[in-house]
T-cell receptor
Framework: GIQVEQSPPDLILQEGANSTLRCNFSDSVNNLQWFHQNPWGQLINLFYIPSGTKQNGRLSATTVATERYSLLYISSSQTTDSGVYFCAVERTGGYQKVTFGTGTKLQVIP | KAGVTQTPRYLIKTRGQQVTLSCSPISGHRSVSWYQQTPGQGLQFLFEYFSETQRNKGNFPGRFSGRQFSNSRSEMNVSTLELGDSALYLC??????????????FGNGTRLTVT
């Protein structure tokens, strides 16, 4: 099956700092989403981004499908950004299983 | 529009028992999928249902099963519970579209503890 790797696995930031999270995948995909999992376990949609670039406030994401990676940018981080960030992909071709990456655990300290 | 609703939020069961979890999708969404999250294995796909038919299945033993009703609500069942089944179980729904080209929306999950 498709392999999805995220880096870095852990990240500690000072409040106000910027960061880039990466998601690499091993096969062509037609769906890619970024999620933030809060301390209560809820998965919150950040971006649905099979290709291209999107921005939402302090967050933006870019997926380069031909090179099999996606980036999530967090600018001016806040303590509420803490949690685990996951990317999830579906391979191209019919109805495929969703595969999640291993996640990046982000801690933003005041 | 109400989000994806999962019940119950927390559950404690004993080894050998069975459990049924429920998921109500966002209104109009006909696809429901289930996921298991454990510290060791991460987030893993269990199965997906669309219009009452299982469309895809992950690599889980037959003790894990599911179904979908005509109103798109879904249930998953785990029989003969093992300690390793302790996990957060998440359900997601998505709007109809061509193939699976629409985002997943997740519920708050059911945290199952097996003792």
């Amino acid at each position: 099956g498709i392999q999805v790797e995220q880096s870095p696995p852990d990240l500690i930031l000072q409040e106000g700092a910027n960061s880039t999270l990466r998601c690499n995948f091993s096969d062509s995909v037609n769906n890619l989403q970024w999620f933030h999992q809060n301390p209560w376990g809820q998965l919150i949609n950040l971006f649905y981004i099979p290709s291209g670039t999107k921005q939402n406030g302090r967050l933006s994401a870019t997926t380069v499908a031909t090179e099999r990676y996606s980036l999530l940018y967090i600018s001016s981080s806040q303590t509420t950004d803490s949690g685990v960030y996951f990317c999830a992909v579906e391979r191209t071709g019919g109805y495929q299983k969703v595969t999640f990456g291993t996640g990046t655990k982000l801690q933003v300290i005041p | 529009k109400a989000g994806v609703t999962q019940t119950p939020r927390y559950l404690i069961k004993t080894r050998g028992q069975q459990v049924t979890l429920s998921c109500s999708p966002i209104s109009g969404h006909r696809s429901v999928s289930w996921y298991q999250q454990t510290p060791g294995q991460g987030l893993q796909f269990l199965f997906e249902y669309f219009s009452e038919t299982q469309r895809n299945k992950g690599n889980f033993p037959g003790r894990f099963s599911g179904r979908q009703f005509s109103n798109s609500r879904s249930e998953m069942n785990v029989s003969t519970l093992e300690l390793g089944d302790s996990a957060l179980y998440l359900c997601a729904s998505r709007a109809p579209g061509q193939g699976n080209n629409s985002p997943l929306h997740f519920g708050n999950g059911t945290r199952l503890t097996v003792t």
